[in-house]
């Protein structure tokens, strides 16, 4: 029997009512409205199910006997839940009672038409009812039954095209009454919320009242009319929804600019507010309180960037946004703000990199390109010369987003987002957005694709301020000055800046267009003039002891970007690389030629340490910042060496590594007769220094120990325990096998 629209009945059945289908049709049938049939409705709104769950056992009992009582209140002491159905509605045909299963195109077609009818009839009664609607209508649309259910195609008698009109008319018709900005505040599911936004735009896309872009016009004008407590659950629905809106040119686009300019100049300001009404109720509160506070303000921080760098991803990509009024205005706002958030909560890597890219190549002119990049550098800036404060985390993130546009791998962990614990939902559903934004395309592919995806300018922005990077990294005092600004007990973020730092200033000094004398004059203009023994004067020592050190991190930058991950575990390993990235240009910020210089300046620290060690600390490590500057400049020749195509200059390299140990090994000699003591810190730094060089099965290490050994022992009649045991370890490193400087050692 065919079953029409008008013969459907929906029966709201509880189990506690008892009774079938056809006691209560024998009770509608009589007309008796008292109370039997009374207890058979519910006020709450039922779940509709086609047939009761499977798993429910309908009880015959009365819901309020005395057994029942007893046992509810038995399990009201006992803190158990009383084990009872859940309510469904079952639907049936009117005239034979047969549980129906399924429906038709047509009958769907007209629920649709129904809901619609409702809405526009009784608006006051279907505005509960909306969200349930929408989530139910959007979640219909999203299984397709037929292949052309997923186009926009109109077809006639289609439920899935009567449900897009539902949508678009409760949008449409409820646009003025604020519908937008309730829509955005809802909590929606994670597993639902990807394709109910979807569903949305996918909706509004043919839809010349209200298309996608006319929609976000729509709720950013109600955030400015009347502004939300919060925008975390806004921002972080609108950063999904605005993956499906398209990025035509559409007119719509440039009111949304100007709202945007708006909406991030006022968050700027709520921001800066905020923080002084903040700092004051923690400042009050308890300790545990007080940390309570700071993670949730972490928390909703952390979201609201998240969602933010997602949304100006999507409107920088917008065609033409570069002849919008008002484009540039809105980037610096949005800077402004992204800039004060840097001072909050850690920012992403790929946060920066895909934000900052996406004004580089959305801008045309120069100076517009780089106004996010420029204003992220230049708050790094102001932070290394302690005038601000950033969170621990974003110092080395800005800096990796500045290496990566030098060229260098981002690594594996540039794309992870630290778990929150689940604490808060809207962090955690913002991980899952990025699977569904373009992010996921660059994670899929291969390394060097991931570093050729992005264009930040960070280089450019970067270089005019190079020996500002040079002076922060000579200053023995950053590291702790920045544990007692970010109250931490490690020196790992400190050194791991400075190394950073480091090389960029190595990758900035070894460009293939300025990679010549003149560099090192430029940056490093000391380096050629080392001081005289003769002619010494007050202070010297000092500035050498510096000069020494900033040496020491210019070729540990150096060493470090040559390698993918760091450095390598031996020098055989290391060979390998070079043989792979042969093609790569290797960093060299300083000359071979400049060994020579390189030896006077550890020279005149080892001989002036016997005497200026007692002046102060800075000169007391003078002797460990010598012979690690050896054991740097030792590698950093070998590994130029290995990576050189020419024979000749693998001659030349080893030659001017050999005459660099030549000229050292006098003056460590000096040191070391000068008193037995003096000679005791002289060999347990010079065997530091052998056992590093043999971790990367050093080439000179093979060739001069035998006559650095009996050196080391000259002032020991019987050699101590811990030194012998030092030498047996250097001793039993394997044999150099490289056949490239066999020739030379033999």
């Known amino acids: 029997m065919q079953h029409r629209p008008e013969s459907l009945k929906i029966m709201a059945m509880r189990e506690q009512g008892g009774g079938s289908t056809s006691d209560i049709s024998r009770k509608e049938s009589n007309k008796t409205k008292g109370s039997e049939f009374a207890k058979t409705l519910d006020t ?101 039954q037929f292949p052309w259910h997923e186009s926009n195609i109109f077809v006639p008698g289609n439920a899935k095209s009567a449900a897009k009109q539902l949508i678009r008319i409760i949008l449409h018709q409820l646009s003025g009454s604020g519908i937008a900005l309730q829509l955005f505040n809802l909590h929606i599911q994670a597993d639902e919320l990807y394709s109910f936004w979807s569903k949305i735009a996918l909706s509004l896309v043919d839809f010349t009242e209200l298309n996608p872009v006319a929609f976000l016009q729509n709720l950013l004008e109600d955030i400015a009319d009347g502004w939300p407590i919060k925008v975390t659950r806004i921002l972080h629905n609108l950063a999904t929804y605005i993956q499906f809106v398209p990025t035509e040119a559409l007119s719509n686009w440039a009111a949304v600019v100007a709202l945007i300019d708006g909406l991030y100049r006022r968050m700027h300001t709520q921001l800066i507010s905020e923080a002084t009404s903040n700092l004051a109720a923690v400042s009050n509160a308890a300790q545990s309180v007080q940390n309570q506070l700071i993670n949730n303000q972490q928390k909703q921080f952390r979201s609201e960037l998240a969602s933010s760098v997602l949304i100006m991803s999507r409107v920088l990509r917008v065609q033409g946004l570069a002849t919008i009024k008002g484009a540039v205005q ?19 890597l790929c946060d920066l990199l895909a934000v900052c890219t996406a004004c580089n190549r959305g801008m045309i002119r120069e100076r517009d390109k780089q106004i996010l990049t420029r204003s992220v550098v230049a708050e790094l800036l102001s932070a290394l010369k302690f005038k601000c404060e950033l969170a621990e985390e974003n110092y080395l993130t800005i800096v990796r987003m500045v290496l990566q546009d030098f060229g260098e791998p981002l690594g594996d962990d540039w794309i992870n987002t630290p778990n929150s614990g689940g604490e808060n939902e809207e962090v955690n559903e913002n991980q899952n957005n990025r699977k569904f934004s373009s992010f996921s395309y660059w994670k899929n592919n291969s390394q060097q694709q991931q570093t050729d995806q992005f264009n930040t300018g960070a280089a450019e922005a970067i270089r005019p301020h190079v020996p500002e990077l040079l002076e922060f990294i000579s200053d023995m005092h950053v590291l702790a000055k920045l544990k007692k600004q970010s109250a931490s007990n490690s020196d790992r973020v400190g050194g791991d800046l400075k190394a950073g730092l480091a090389e960029v200033v190595a990758l900035e000094m070894s460009r293939p267009s300025v990679r010549d004398s003149r560099t090192v004059m430029r940056f490093i203009p000391w380096l050629y003039s080392p001081p005289s ?40 390993q290391f060979q390998q690389q070079q043989q792979t990235n042969i093609n790569q240009n290797i960093c060299l910020p300083v000359p071979i030629a400049c060994s020579s210089q390189m030896a006077d300046y550890i020279n005149f620290v080892l001989a002036g340490f016997a005497d200026q060690s007692k002046q102060s600390v800075v000169h007391m490590s003078a002797l460990f910042h010598a012979f690690h500057l050896c054991q740097l400049w030792t590698i950093y020749c070998e590994q130029t060496a290995t990576s050189s195509r020419s024979e000749e200059m693998v001659a030349k390299t080893m030659q001017q590594l050999l005459d660099f140990w030549a000229r ?44 650095w050994e009996p050196v080391l022992t000259v002032h020991h009649a019987h050699v101590p325990r811990k030194l012998r045991l030092k030498f047996e370890s250097v001793e039993a490193q394997a044999c150099f096998s490289s056949e490239k400087f066999k020739k030379y050692f033999s």
């Open 330 to 348: 809105a980037i610096e706002a949005f800077a402004k703000w992204l800039v004060e958030m840097l001072h909050k909560c850690p920012v992403e």
């Open 533 to 572: 023994l003769a002619q010494a004067l007050p202070g010297q020592f000092s500035e050498s002891v510096a000069n020494v050190r900033v040496l020491a991190w210019i070729l540990l930058g150096s060493l470090h970007a040559r390698g993918v991950n760091g450095f390598s575990s031996n020098f055989q």
């Open 44 to 144: 709450r709104p039922p779940v509709i199910a086609l047939h009761p769950p499977s798993g429910i056992r309908r009880s015959k009992r009365r819901p309020h006997s005395q057994k029942h009582q007893s046992s509810v209140r038995k399990n009201q002491k006992t803190n158990k839940p009383t084990k009872r159905g859940a309510d469904f509605t079952r639907l049936t045909c009117s005239y034979c009672g047969a549980r129906l299963e399924s429906f038709d195109e047509e009958t769907l077609s007209l629920c649709c038409v129904a809901l619609c009818t409702f809405l526009q009839r009784v608006p006051s009664l279907a505005a509960p009812l909306l969200q349930r609607t929408l989530l139910c209508t959007a979640r219909f649309i999203d299984i397709p």
């Open 664 to 707: 050292v090994t006098p003056a460590i000699l000096q040191l070391l007769s000068h008193s037995k003591v003096l000679a005791d810190m002289v060999n347990l730094h010079f065997v530091n220094t052998l056992q590093a060089l043999q971790q990367f099965n050093s080439a000179v290490l093979c060739q001069l120990y035998p006559m």
